[in-house]
């Protein structure tokens, strides 16, 4: 069990349920203790209606997290008095942590869909796999992450293949901050 954590608080389980489980804010906002059967936790996707079960032993973090919570706590993100939030005052509050914490904009609680994906996928996970993991019907949009991950990989191969010169001060030489000066050539 990780021992950085301290203590719980909501936005450190709003980012451990998510970035662990991939659930999306409607699937966020209802979990609970009720989720938990044995040691995988599960849930239906609300957008599609798959299920979806995750072991928990994959998941050290966001565990470390819900063992902090009260155990009469019936849903793991609540606000005010305990009171669950609604997907919509989910989604501002978890944008506005976001940018209290300075983070982009573009930050937001979908994109943490959208990493756990780009992290399987870069990790060699299929389209099968992915799929699964989002609850989605089909491998459509899994597919997506699987091919981006693919031509990455492939590029990289690519230039191994054909650039075999190793440069071994590279990091040395893009430190350097000396300003070059360049002469241009148009008139």
């Known amino acids: 069990m990780p021992k950085e954590r301290v203590c719980a608080n909501s936005e450190t389980v709003a980012l451990e349920l998510m970035l662990a489980t991939g659930a999306s804010r409607q699937d966020a906002c209802v979990m609970g203790r009720q989720n938990i059967k044995g040691d ?14 995750l072991p928990l032993a994959y998941m050290p973090y966001l565990v470390a997290e819900i063992v902090q919570l009260p155990p009469s706590t019936s849903v793991f993100l609540t606000h005010g008095k305990g009171r669950a939030y609604t997907v919509e005052s989910f989604g501002n509050w978890f944008g506005d942590q976001c940018s209290a914490a300075g983070l982009p904009d573009r930050c937001r609680a979908h994109g943490l869909r959208k990493h756990g994906a780009t992290e399987l996928a870069e990790a060699g996970a299929n389209e099968f796999q992915i799929m699964a993991f989002l609850a989605h019907k089909s491998t459509r949009e899994a597919l997506r992450y699987v091919r981006t991950a693919q031509r990455r990989k492939l590029a990289s191969d690519a230039l191994a293949l054909a ?3 190793n440069v071994s001060n590279l990091s040395d030489w893009l430190d350097k901050y000396t300003v070059q000066v360049t002469e241009s050539k148009v008139k």
Request: proline share 0%; glycine share 12%; hydrophobic share 10%.
């Open 40 to 53: 995988v936790i599960y849930y239906r996707r609300g957008k599609t209606g798959q299920d979806t079960e």
């Open 163 to 165: 650039r075999t010169k």
